[in-house]
């Protein structure tokens, strides 16, 4: 009787806690006194030379050590962060199953995203980073949903920040659509995207 209890309270608990992180709290950006472990989710093609366009910007002082993700079959990202990053010594590069291929259907995808998302729960619980950055594609779909399941579990706090492609102009790619509610920040880049009825996205 007592385990029932408990069980059904600890339910509650947690989808209380996931409730007002996805709808009530977001977390602000603030300056640290020191760098943030960062994680930078690469998509492949298009959606990594955008990211590390953004990396190429920012003071990678403030932003170590950096842990890039890219998916197995996608080499040439690997290859471009060497680039990047040339002599630096504070980043390393991780290889993840990736959850749905280019025109795989959406049926056989649900096994794969299901299969990627067990092959990330060590790579968050090792890694911990304190910031989580991401554009797309579905790449970073596993990764954000065990950073948000371990801080609705208090296991872990990180801030994930989802920055949609330039190329979405008036709607949102399938992953914006998921991570809408999971990431603290969604980041646009068209002023339409930040109407109103996006209320959490903000426009740059």
């Not at 690469?42 to 590390?52: D, F, K, V």
């Not at 890694?127 to 296991?155: D, H, Q, S, Y």
């Not at 999971?182 to 996205?201: C, E, G, N, T």
Request: some cysteine.
């Amino acid at each position: 009787m007592y385990a029932k209890c408990f069980i059904f309270v600890l339910c509650i608990t947690v989808f209380a806690r996931a409730c007002y992180l996805m709808f009530i709290k977001r977390n602000k950006f603030r300056e640290k006194s020191c760098p943030a472990k960062t994680m930078i989710i690469l998509g492949s093609g298009g959606h990594t030379a955008e990211m590390l366009r953004i990396v190429k910007h920012m003071n990678i002082k403030n932003y170590t050590p950096r842990i890039y993700v890219h998916a197995q079959t996608d080499k040439l990202s690997a290859e471009k962060v060497k680039n990047l990053e040339d002599s630096n010594k504070d980043y390393k590069i991780v290889e993840i199953y990736r959850s749905r291929e280019v025109q795989q259907s959406y049926f056989t995808s649900i096994w794969t995203t299901m299969f990627a998302t067990l092959n990330c729960f060590p790579i968050i619980w090792k890694e911990n980073p304190e910031l989580i950055l991401c554009n797309g594609p579905g790449t970073c779909v596993p990764l954000c949903i065990i950073a948000f399941l371990f801080k609705v579990l208090f296991i872990t706090e990180n801030v994930i920040v989802f920055i949609e492609s330039f190329c979405r102009v008036k709607t949102f790619s399938l992953t914006g659509k998921i991570l809408y509610y999971l990431a603290d920040h969604i980041i646009v880049q068209w002023a339409y995207l930040s109407k109103p009825m996006y209320s959490r996205s903000t426009f740059l």
